[in-house]
């Protein structure tokens, strides 16, 4: 099982960037998905999340109306669209499997929820 993680970068305030998800291993619509994000000196926390049974999508209050997670199931692949983007969303972001399906969570503490991590790709948002 293996989750690869790409499409950070630089970007300014306001602006627009996709990170991608790749799955190997298994079947990514069978699991729920997870996006997270760790800033420096912060916890990791949940961002944005899709089910498996029926591939609802669940969102953080800071990102809502903001980023869009989307799955492509030809590709085996998640991403996460995140538009209108601020400083505050600098941070480390990570895709991450569920330990059960086919629900899934983005609250508190729902990190324990995952265990099958990609490698994470950094997102930094400065002008």
């Known amino acids: 099982v293996q989750l690869q993680a790409s499409g950070g970068g630089l970007v300014q305030p306001g602006g627009s960037l996709r990170l991608s998800c790749a799955a190997s291993?298994?079947?990514?619509?069978?699991?729920?998905i997870g996006w997270f994000r760790q800033a420096p000196g912060k916890e990791r926390e949940g961002v944005s999340c899709?089910?498996?049974?029926?591939?609802?999508?669940y969102y953080a209050e800071s990102v809502k109306g903001r980023f869009t997670l989307s799955r492509d199931n030809a590709k085996n692949t998640v991403y996460l669209q995140m538009n209108s983007l601020k400083p505050e969303d600098t941070a480390v972001y990570y895709c991450?499997?569920?330990?059960?399906?086919?629900?899934?969570?983005?609250?508190?503490?729902?990190?324990?929820?995952?265990?099958?991590w990609g490698q994470g790709t950094q997102v930094t948002v400065s002008s």
């Open positions: 991450a499997r569920g330990i059960l399906g086919p629900f899934c969570t983005v609250g508190p503490g729902s990190r324990y929820e995952y265990n099958y």
């Open positions: 291993g298994f079947t990514l619509d069978d699991w729920p």
């Open positions: 899709t089910s498996s049974n029926d591939g609802t999508t």
